[in-house]
């Protein structure tokens, strides 16, 4: 056995351990970076995912809150909605009850007489309660002196109605889509005059304009004959064959009936284009969607020469400040002028030229006049000036008419004798001397004085005004006569053809009866 170490007994002390070395420094360094970077990164991690996820509850929060609103609202538009119907439904009971005693009370009546707007309403009511369509279209066309009585009273009486859509459609249907009149584009006028009083009796009464009182099965005849006359398009023409008045009507029924087609916005931009000088065109085109391509369709109008209907559909979008008025009303009156002042340069034109000039200038001056008084443009553009050169205008044309005095006589330039009157000259088989009377007495250079004879009495009208003994004349220039003994001396004068048709430089040879 071995012996234990005495414990008193000292040994070696064991060896301290080395001491740690700059490379263990240094990756315990590296080390503890490593932990602190990626420990920030994962924090960086979940505060990003915290941020989004209280993002996203934020969002579904008020997703839920405008849901919760929108179906509120849309309840809400459900009631009105029913309400609405409700609402009509009565008007339309109380309209058939209405239509039925009144329909009973005017067969024992006689028919109103229309001399007042009362009479003119009562007259119009009877129609609508009797839905006699082709009648009240009748009545409509014969009174266009009455236009603006018809503007207020049209929508009362259309509310009488059973179904005024129906009813307006079955007017108008002799003359839109398809006319079978020759002069249908006369009537025009009332398609778009029933179109627009129609509007009005359409309109939801508590809804308003966002629900049109109108059935599907009249919105889908509407849609029919909208297509039935962009079809005829093509059997007309085209567009620039189309008469205004129906391309009117075509845009009215569309705005009146909510059928406008997205598809067709281009369709639409021409025909505004083309009719645009229209009161009511820039209302349309806002209303058929066109307020977008409003500035190119006034630079179209511009680039036409149509400087007034640009202002008035820049005063219709605002525009105002991106196509000033003032400059397009100047350029507009510059045009006219170098139109006129071409028609009166043009040799080929007739003598009406300078009536046709000044008339275009006259309705260029009034159309600006109109144009400033509208917009209020007298500030910018004083009217002064323009209102006296119309007044010259029309002083000058007034002289033009007024007749000539009895007392004034035309005359030659070269010798002043007197003229005949202008009813002389068209007579085939008149003539008229443009001489002076010759004198009593004549002398010869060759003989004595020799009394001459004077002028045979002769009737005081020999035809046609003339002045001049009925004898045959003919057109042609005749031989000169044979030399004779106390001719009268002329001078060789050339006539204008209105004058008896001389026109070769030589005088006429007069019987020596005359002389």
Avoid at 216 to 227: G, S, W
Avoid at 293 to 305: A, C, H, K, S
Wanted: net charge neutral; aromatic share 8%; proline share 11%.
């Amino acid at each position: 056995m071995g012996s234990l170490p005495d414990p008193g007994e000292v040994t070696n002390p064991p060896s301290p351990p080395p001491p740690p070395s700059f490379d263990d420094f240094q990756r315990q360094t590296s080390l503890m970076t490593s932990c602190t970077l990626l420990w920030k990164e994962l924090s960086d991690h979940f505060s990003s995912l915290e941020q989004d996820l209280i993002r996203k509850s934020d969002a579904l929060k008020a997703k839920f809150q405008a849901l919760n609103s929108e179906t509120q609202l849309s309840l809400k538009a459900l009631d009105t909605r029913e309400s609405s119907i409700s609402k009509s439904m009565s008007i339309a009971f109380e309209a058939l009850e209405r239509t039925t005693k009144r329909s009973m009370s005017e067969s024992q009546t006689e028919e109103p007489e229309v001399d007042d707007s009362e009479g003119l309403l009562m007259k119009l009511k009877s129609f609508c309660h009797k839905m006699a369509a082709k009648k009240f279209w009748i009545f409509v066309t014969s009174r266009k002196k009455e236009l603006e009585l018809f503007r207020s009273e049209l929508p009362k009486a259309l509310a009488e109605c059973i179904d005024p859509p129906r009813f307006v459609l079955e007017a108008i249907s002799e003359v839109f889509p398809l006319s079978s009149a020759s002069n249908s584009y006369d009537l025009g006028w009332a398609c778009v005059l029933l179109l627009e009083s129609l509007i009005p009796v359409m309109v939801d009464p508590v809804l308003g304009k966002e629900r049109m009182l109108v059935t599907p099965t009249i919105k889908v005849k509407a849609e029919e004959i909208a297509e039935t006359w962009k079809k005829s398009l093509e059997e007309r023409g085209g567009i620039e064959n189309v008469k205004t008045p129906d391309v009117h009507t075509f845009l009215q029924h569309l705005v009146t009936f909510g059928i406008v087609k997205d598809d067709d916005v281009d369709l639409y931009r021409k025909l505004v284009v083309a009719s645009a000088w229209r009161k009511q065109m820039p209302k349309l085109a806002v209303s058929l969607g066109l307020g977008d391509t409003m500035p190119d369709m006034i630079e179209e109008l511009i680039g036409r020469g149509q400087q007034v209907d640009a202002v008035h559909f820049t005063y219709e979008v605002g525009l105002t400040d991106r196509f000033p008025p003032v400059p397009l009303l100047k350029a507009f009156l510059k045009d006219a002028k170098k139109a006129a002042t071409s028609i009166l340069e043009d040799p080929n034109n007739s003598g009406r030229a300078a009536h046709m000039a000044a008339k275009k200038e006259q309705s260029a001056i009034r159309a600006v006049l109109k144009c400033i008084e509208e917009y209020k443009l007298e500030a910018e553009f004083p009217p002064d000036n323009l209102k006296k050169r119309l007044d010259q205008l029309e002083k000058a044309k007034i002289e033009k008419k007024k007749p000539a005095s009895p007392a004034a006589k035309r005359t030659r330039a070269n010798n002043g004798g007197p003229m005949p009157p202008a009813k002389a000259g068209r007579s085939t088989n008149a003539y008229v001397s443009s001489f002076p009377s010759p004198p009593t007495y004549m002398r010869s250079p060759q003989y004595p004085p020799t009394p001459v004879p004077a002028y045979p009495a002769v009737p005081a009208v020999y035809g046609h005004g003339s002045r001049s003994p009925p004898f045959a004349y003919s057109p042609e220039a005749p031989p000169p006569p044979p030399p004779m003994v106390g001719s009268y001396p002329v001078s060789p004068v050339s006539f204008p053809a209105p004058y008896g048709g001389y026109s070769n430089g030589m005088a006429p040879a007069y019987q020596q009866a005359y002389y």
